[in-house]
């Protein structure tokens, strides 16, 4: 079965430190990445996505992600993080064989003042 | 604003009844998803409507069924409800063509008691 894998479910970090959150998804084709992020007390928005062309995507608020597609990864970086950051964080995969969305467990951050 | 309208926001409802939960499509979107959230886990995917039809499923029971109306609004019905399907559902549009994310809804929180 197609599965989603993302190695941390809470990651607590200072302000400023970086971040890299982990995903790995499971072999079945061409596949369309995405992460998403959930603020307390808000809906999931998208933070940004990969469908083809340059592995490294740049998305919203300084995030970005790196397609590894020999490893099977799409990890989240932000160089420096802050306060407003804490959130819940999830990556999302689409095999466009299949057309169905699988979504990781979430990785909770939270990033201390 | 998120764009997705869903409703009710919250809803109880006692085991083995029968829940409609609704969603309003984004401006321009076409595609509509119902996600299940359990709590403490990513979003499942239950299936995806486009044209009217449902085109791709996730490992629900036949006890989840859906339909998109003309104006691409979407309502999902779980009958026979089981306490197990306590959880937020979560609807998310986006337009056919390639290359879009999906937009979430802020979800229903179902009880079932």
């Known amino acids: 079965a197609q599965s989603v894998s993302q190695h941390n479910h809470h990651v607590i970090l200072s302000e400023a430190a970086s971040l890299e959150l982990g995903c790995n998804y499971s072999y079945g084709g061409t596949v369309n990445l995405f992460w998403y992020v959930q603020y307390p007390g808000q809906h999931l928005q998208l933070l940004l996505k990969?469908?083809?062309?340059?592995?490294l995507v740049k998305g919203i608020k300084g995030f970005e992600a790196e397609f590894i597609k020999s490893k099977f990864s799409f990890n989240l970086r932000k160089p420096s993080v802050q306060w407003s950051d804490t959130a819940e964080y999830f990556c999302a995969v689409i095999w466009t064989n299949a057309g169905k969305s699988t979504f990781g467990d979430g990785t909770t951050l939270t990033v201390k003042p | 604003d998120a764009g997705v309208t869903q409703s009710p926001t919250h809803l109880i409802k006692t085991r083995g009844q029968q829940v409609t939960l609704r969603c309003s499509p984004k401006?321009?979107?076409?595609?509509v998803s119902w996600y299940q959230q359990a709590l403490g886990q990513g979003p499942q995917f239950i299936f995806q409507y486009y044209e009217e039809e449902e085109r791709q499923r996730g490992n629900f029971p036949d006890r989840f069924s859906g339909h998109q109306f003309p104006n691409y609004s979407s309502e999902l019905n779980v009958n026979a409800l089981l306490l197990g399907d306590s959880a937020l559902y979560l609807c998310?549009?986006?337009?056919?063509?390639?290359?879009?994310?999906?937009?979430f809804g802020s979800g229903t929180r179902l009880t079932v008691v």
């Open positions: 401006s321009g979107h076409d595609t």
């Open positions: 990969y469908f083809s062309g340059d592995p």
């Open positions: 998310a549009s986006r337009w056919a063509g390639t290359g879009h994310g999906y937009t």
